[in-house]
């Protein structure tokens, strides 16, 4: 199943983000494509935001990984956001603590095409595909579900 919500704004990313957080458990990640400049990384802080407020730590700062690769939240569930776009080798992503994170939480993942040619080789059965495309001013937000997500995806209001 796959759904399309047109973001006109980086409000409309972010809510979507949000949305996405409270239907998130351990084991499953969410993955991020679209081309630089997308909204990935506006998407990515609107999820972790929602899961910290969730956790009562509303206030905590969501940076870009982008030169960290990735950064780790104690929230319900716990989260890694890894922006994969500086890996070499699909085999760094364990390196830097993708199993783990997936073990002991979920993953908001940045460039998931980074991890090969079928990123289900590193991932549970359970995972949220998000594209995000250029569309006029705005963006458009496809996105899809494998596993639980098929039927979490049904549920999804923004």
Not at 10 to 38: D, F, H, Q, S
Not at 80 to 100: C, S, V
Not at 104 to 115: D, T
């Amino acid at each position: 199943m796959s759904r399309t919500w047109t973001l006109p704004q980086a409000e409309a990313t972010t809510r979507l983000g949000a949305a996405i957080a409270p239907r998130l458990a351990p084991g499953e990640a969410v993955l991020l494509y679209g081309p630089l400049g997308m909204g990935k990384s506006t998407l990515a802080r609107g999820l972790i935001r929602a899961l910290l407020k969730i956790s009562t730590r509303p206030d905590e700062d969501v940076p870009s990984p982008t030169f960290t690769l990735v950064q780790f939240y104690e929230s319900a569930p716990p989260v890694a956001h890894f922006d994969l776009y500086r890996l070499t080798r699909p085999e760094e992503a364990a390196e830097i603590g993708l199993d783990e994170a997936l073990d002991e939480g979920c993953a908001v993942i940045e460039w998931p095409e980074r991890l090969g040619d079928d990123p289900s080789n590193w991932l549970g059965p359970d995972r949220l595909t998000v594209m995000l495309t250029e569309q006029g001013e705005g963006r458009l937000a496809t996105v899809s579900g494998a596993g639980a997500w098929e039927t979490k995806l049904k549920d999804l209001h923004v």
